[in-house]
């Protein structure tokens, strides 16, 4: 496991943006898979997106493929994600995660941030 910290959540307009980025301290996070998460109460977590450092390969759940991109940067041992063209339906708690070859399912992810709070107003 490695540990990681989220960061860039907030509150903001529809139709707005923000950044979040999960850093890790350990040098293996390179090794791994990142995935971002998301959590509304009473909710499953959710897929959103993940980030694959070997070959800088993105994948986007369908409900923000061309308003979301994620990306990584290896000097900084950081990954982002970059959300656009927001809307109240993605009011939740991301989470960021690492595994070495996890699936979809949130379960099945090893590695997990504390989480940070997104609030879209309409």
Known sequence: QVQLVESGGGSVQAGGSLTLSCTASARSFR????????????????????????????????????RFTISGDGARNTVYLQMSSLQAEDTAVYFCAADPGPTLRAETWDSWGQGTQVTVSS
């Open 31 to 66: 090794n791994l898979v990142v995935g971002w998460f998301r959590q509304t109460p009473g909710q499953e977590r959710e897929f959103v997106a993940l980030f694959r450092w070997m070959d800088s390969t993105p994948y986007y759940a369908e409900s923000v493929s061309g």
